[in-house]
């Protein structure tokens, strides 16, 4: 367990507007890699170059509203409340730096689009994967057919047939689903 970070005022003033990058990268971000026993092979970084303006305005009122209501549940709720609406929050943004609601292409799948294209082209297969269903794999599906760039398409709630229907031995790939157990 850690203490929660908390500039100084000789960091508000001295950092200014980029208070926010220094303590995810300074404070947080390294600290936690150099803990690591075993470092990671690749990190990804959410950058706000990936998010439209649409974006960023949903994003800015979704942390807003969390962070009213993680007030709240740090009050009210036990360990195990809070941490679920910390996940969850952070869940709803993740979503947001898809695709802002409504929308069904953003700076990050058109970088996606992007990369399919050079890597096709290039004779290369893809595999794009994303938790989402609705603000993830949908819209990316839609905007591979717009581009008329053929794809297979897994998802978890399809059965073994539809699985075996979507065609993905023909492409060269073979996958294993193993079902976990739930007590």
Known sequence: MTEPVRPTKIQRTLYGEILYDYILVELIALPLLTALKEKPNIVIVQDEILINVNQKHEYEKALDIGR???ETSIQTESDFQVRNNIFKLIGNLK???NFASGQSTSPKSELLIEYIETIAANGEKVLVFSQYKQEGINKI???L???KIGFVSYKGEM??????NAGIRR???SLVFH???RF
């Open 68 to 70: 009213i209501q993680l």
């Open 179 to 181: 079902r976990h157990r």
């Open 145 to 147: 057919n717009q581009q």
């Open 95 to 97: 979503k947001i730096c």
């Open 171 to 173: 492409l060269g790939l």
């Open 159 to 164: 059965s073994v047939q539809q699985r075996n």
């Open 141 to 143: 599906e839609t905007l």
